[in-house]
């Protein structure tokens, strides 16, 4: 598994974006607060959700979220 060069924890590559290899389960919501990448690449605004029959998918959260480093690679 692949670790991120700032904080050394263990990150996925989902596409071209570093995520924490956490799945979280989540409900699609327009103005939620949080930011999804789903499997395939996409970043979709959504709520962590603790029901799965209410829940949209499974996804991950960006390590640029997570990460105390992020801004030192963050493209401007």
């Known amino acids: 598994m692949a670790k991120c060069k700032g904080c050394g924890k263990p990150i996925v590559w989902i596409g071209k974006i570093p995520c924490d290899p956490e799945q979280i389960i989540y409900r699609k919501e327009n103005k939620g607060s949080l930011r999804v990448v789903t499997p395939n690449g996409e970043v979709l605004s959504a709520v962590p959700s603790d029901n799965p029959s209410t829940a ?3 996804g991950y959260i960006s390590h640029f979220a997570t990460c105390p480093y992020a ?3 963050r493209r401007r």
């Open 56 to 58: 949209t998918g499974i």
């Open 71 to 73: 801004d030192r690679f």
